[in-house]
């Protein structure tokens, strides 16, 4: 989920990785959707619901389905002491943010990073949405549950959705929320974004870290600095713009024809491919699920 993890990796595999743990309900979504405003192109990605006793957490699956790559990358690079460069053994996810709610008030907190100088930094803002929804006496199978039908307007799109009371959180993907049973399926009016529940399963020994975050945090909890939402959208603007920025005076310091220990790259040769692949990653998404902070 986070592409600037390949320059940080060098700097992480000596830190110790611990997590406090406790159990959780993993929901699959499979999330269908239009990464541009102006192409008919359709994509999919494995999107996750985790739902634990005092909070739910969305987010791209891929980076947490990785952590087993990358556990024994780090520690064959500890043992080792060469350098590898882990992104060539993992694939990146689509989506880098992720969504806490609140149990039981379902505040929701958007949650995505930034690189702040030499270091990744978790930004978020806050807000309680507002779901006026209209639920429906229709009903439907989706999947293998019975569901009913539900509809409200957000993030300047009209949304039905199709709940089911056999799962009972009041919960769904993204920011959706409020219902009496889980979301097993919502979507836009003119389907540019659409869930659907493919599974569930539960986990006994859950960290809400992966592993790399693990290391990141020395398994401690994720700090994020909360800023108004009109301020996060501006800083995250400007940032995708020039994800370097903040680097720029300390990288002017680097000597840039210094080869990677284990790496046939230079230091420069990897600065620039990350700083491609960042811009890349935030220039193919122009299709944002919300078009307006309407709520």
Same mark, same amino acid.
């Given at each position: 989920?986070?592409?600037?993890?390949?320059?940080?990796?060098?700097?992480?595999?000596?830190?110790?990785? +611990?997590? +406090?743990?406790?159990?959780?309900?993993?929901?699959? @979504?499979?999330?269908?959707?239009? /990464?541009?405003?102006?192409?008919?192109?359709?994509?999919?990605? $494995?999107?996750?619901?985790?739902?634990?006793?005092?909070?739910?957490?969305?987010?791209?699956?891929?980076?947490?389905?990785?952590?087993?790559?990358?556990?024994?990358?780090? %520690?064959?690079?500890?043992?080792?002491?060469?350098?590898?460069?882990?992104?060539?053994?993992?694939?990146?996810?689509?989506?880098?943010?992720?969504?806490?709610?609140?149990?039981?008030?379902?505040? +929701?907190?958007?949650?995505?990073?930034?690189?702040?100088? &030499?270091?990744?930094?978790?930004?978020?803002? *806050?807000?309680?949405?507002?779901?006026?929804?209209?639920?429906?006496?229709?009903?439907?199978?989706? $999947?293998?549950? %019975?569901?009913?039908?539900?509809? *409200?307007? =957000?993030?300047?799109?009209?949304?039905? +959705?199709?709940?089911?009371?056999?799962?009972? =959180?009041?919960?769904? /993907?993204?920011?959706?929320?409020?219902?009496?049973?889980?979301?097993?399926?919502?979507?836009?009016?003119?389907?540019?974004?659409?869930? %659907?529940?493919?599974?569930?399963?539960?986990?006994?020994? @859950?960290? %809400?870290?992966?592993?790399?975050?693990?290391?990141? *945090?020395? $398994?401690?909890?994720?700090?994020?600095?909360?800023?108004?939402?009109?301020?996060?959208?501006?800083?995250?603007?400007? @940032?995708?713009? #020039?994800?370097?920025?903040?680097?720029?005076?300390?990288?002017?310091?680097?000597?840039?024809?210094?080869?990677?220990?284990?790496?046939?790259?230079?230091?420069?040769?990897?600065?620039?491919?990350?700083?491609?692949?960042?811009? &890349?990653?935030?220039?193919?998404? #122009?299709? *944002?699920?919300?078009?307006?902070?309407?709520?």
């Amino acid at each position: 989920m986070k592409l600037y993890k390949s320059l940080s990796f060098a700097l992480l595999f000596l830190v110790a990785f +611990a997590s +406090a743990q406790t159990s959780a309900n993993r929901f699959f @979504y499979e999330l269908t959707y239009k /990464p541009k405003k102006d192409s008919t192109k359709i994509e999919k990605e $494995g999107m996750i619901l985790d739902i634990t006793s005092k909070k739910s957490i969305y987010r791209d699956y891929m980076d947490v389905s990785q952590d087993s790559i990358m556990k024994v990358t780090i %520690e064959k690079m500890q043992k080792s002491g060469v350098f590898q460069d882990p992104s060539k053994m993992r694939k990146e996810p689509k989506f880098s943010h992720r969504v806490w709610k609140e149990y039981p008030s379902m505040k +929701a907190q958007y949650i995505d990073f930034i690189l702040n100088g &030499d270091r990744p930094m978790f930004m978020s803002y *806050t807000e309680e949405p507002k779901f006026n929804w209209k639920i429906t006496h229709e009903k439907q199978k989706i $999947g293998e549950y %019975e569901a009913q039908k539900a509809t *409200t307007e =957000f993030g300047g799109r009209q949304w039905t +959705a199709w709940f089911t009371e056999a799962i009972p =959180f009041p919960d769904g /993907p993204y920011k959706f929320s409020g219902l009496p049973g889980l979301i097993v399926k919502i979507e836009d009016a003119d389907k540019n974004y659409s869930w %659907e529940l493919k599974g569930n399963k539960k986990i006994e020994n @859950y960290s %809400e870290l992966t592993y790399m975050e693990g290391l990141m *945090t020395n $398994g401690n909890p994720i700090k994020t600095t909360d800023v108004p939402r009109e301020k996060f959208e501006k800083t995250f603007d400007e @940032y995708k713009k #020039d994800p370097f920025g903040s680097m720029r005076d300390k990288l002017a310091q680097v000597d840039k024809n210094m080869k990677m220990p284990g790496s046939d790259k230079t230091i420069g040769e990897m600065i620039n491919e990350q700083e491609k692949k960042l811009k &890349d990653f935030y220039g193919s998404i #122009d299709n *944002t699920i919300e078009i307006s902070q309407k709520k």
